[in-house]
């Protein structure tokens, strides 16, 4: 089969990973798809169910492995970890999935060095920092999802209340994928004008972003479809080198008087990870709330035991 080798690896063949795989073999991300699970049954039955989809789609390689497998491949998507229940915060999940991702980084770390890593599993801004932390990867190489997610929700219930399209509407989101999540009311614009809401609304809109997840998960047990959107949305970034500005959670030493700590922040995002971030101006508020989130990352991350 031709191909120009664009290879992704995904680590985690659980419903976040297998959503990103689809998501990714319908719009024909790479040439290449490869999963892996610690479950190798699991992948391998997930692999075959996808490949009875190939006659239906662009020419495609899909085959699952082990860490082994992964070597080559231009992105490594890690999505594997425990499942935050509909009352659990994203932090408490910290200590299970951290050994989860060590174990996973210590694997990687001899087959994928040349990857571009991006991290999904949750509290993704703190397993992004420990990945570059355990991988000893320039920090470039290694992208958390952040708060792409969150703002696409806002982007979402924006969209619904003004009655346009959401992608009529840019909504930067810094900060932490989660409570500590910085709006950048400042900076929304709808079909290029600024957003014109009294502060009331906008705080009650912003309160129904940040219950969002935990409202799905009540109804259906887990998210999965917006993230893996999100997910493929970056790695086409990546493999196509588009230098987008994007609000991923990077290494953020230096910016806003931040210190070393992994969190969403306007970055342009390219074949080799982090091109640069964009330091843009905030108001008093977005800065204190861009403060307050780097302190609670700082702070459960000192709450990690290790064996």
């Given at each position: ?83 935050r ?33 991006v ?9 992004a ?124 030493q230096?910016?806003?008087g ?43 991350r ?6």
């Amino acid at each position: 089969m031709p191909t120009d080798g664009r290879k992704v690896a995904i680590v985690g063949a659980g419903q976040v990973g297998m959503a990103c795989a689809l998501v990714m073999a319908v719009r024909r991300r790479a040439d290449e798809l490869v999963l892996v699970d610690v479950d190798h049954l699991r992948a391998e039955g997930e692999t075959w169910d996808l490949q009875h989809g190939l006659p239906f789609l662009e020419p495609l390689q899909i085959r699952y492995g082990g860490y082994e497998a992964a070597a080559a491949a231009q992105v490594v998507v890690i999505t594997a970890g425990a499942r935050r229940g509909p009352d659990e915060s994203r932090l408490v999940l910290l200590q299970k999935n951290a050994a989860i991702v060590r174990s996973i980084v210590e694997a990687l770390a001899t087959v994928c060095r040349e990857a571009i890593w991006v991290v999904v599993t949750n509290p993704v801004d703190v397993m992004a920092y420990l990945a570059w932390q355990w991988s000893k990867l320039p920090p470039a190489r290694v992208i958390g999802t952040g708060t792409l997610l969150d703002m696409a929700r806002l982007q979402v219930l924006l969209a619904q209340k003004l009655g346009v399209a959401a992608s009529s509407i840019q909504a930067p989101v810094l900060g932490e994928h989660g409570d500590q999540a910085v709006p950048l009311w400042s900076r929304v614009t709808v079909g290029g004008l600024p957003l014109d809401m009294e502060p009331a609304e906008r705080e009650q809109l912003w309160q129904q972003v940040l219950r969002a997840g935990q409202e799905v998960i009540r109804r259906k047990g887990n998210t999965c479809y917006g993230i893996a959107l999100a997910v493929d949305d970056l790695v086409a970034t990546i493999l196509g080198d588009h230098a987008r500005v994007m609000p991923v959670s990077c290494w953020a030493q230096g910016y806003y008087g931040l210190g070393d700590v992994y969190l969403s922040l306007l970055t342009v995002v390219g074949r080799q990870g982090v091109n640069r971030v964009l330091p843009v101006p905030l108001d008093e508020t977005e800065y204190a709330g861009l403060q307050r989130a780097a302190q609670v990352l700082v702070q459960v991350r000192k709450e990690i035991t290790y064996s």
